[in-house]
């Protein structure tokens, strides 16, 4: 059983950065490979970066790519993205999810640990 902790969310304005992070309890950290996702309501959980156990592989969603960064510091048992050139449409409900697969999937059903969730808001 992993547990998953995010914060880091808030108010933003077009152009800030924000970095959250999701820090996790329960088991060996690194042994899971870790997911980033977001969400507005109405619509689907999107995929938006992945990062194996140990960090050697990242992935990003197409909308966030040359914008955001995922990272992990296993020792601290914590995950983060770190976001920068922020737009309106990146306003959303972030969640981070660990499951124990080899590389991270963009599905969101390939996850099974997640956290509760920080709403980032960016104004334009």
């Known amino acids: 059983q992993v547990q998953l902790v995010e914060s880091g969310g808030g108010l933003a304005q077009a152009g800030d950065s924000l970095r959250l992070s999701c820090t996790a309890s329960g088991r060996t950290f690194s042994d899971y490979v870790m997911g980033w996702f977001r969400q507005i309501p109405g619509k689907e959980r999107e995929f938006v970066a992945g990062?194996?156990?140990?960090?050697?592989?990242?992935y990003y969603g197409d909308s966030v790519k040359g914008r955001f960064t995922i990272s992990r510091d296993n020792a601290k048992n914590t995950g983060y993205l770190q976001m920068n050139s922020l737009k309106p449409e990146d306003t959303a409900i972030y969640y981070c999810?660990?499951?124990?697969?080899?590389?991270?999937?963009?599905?969101?059903?390939?996850?099974?640990?997640w956290g509760q969730g920080t709403q980032v808001t960016v104004s334009s």
């Open positions: 999810a660990a499951d124990g697969r080899t590389y991270p999937s963009r599905s969101f059903q390939a996850y099974r640990y």
């Open positions: 990062i194996t156990g140990r960090g050697g592989t990242t």
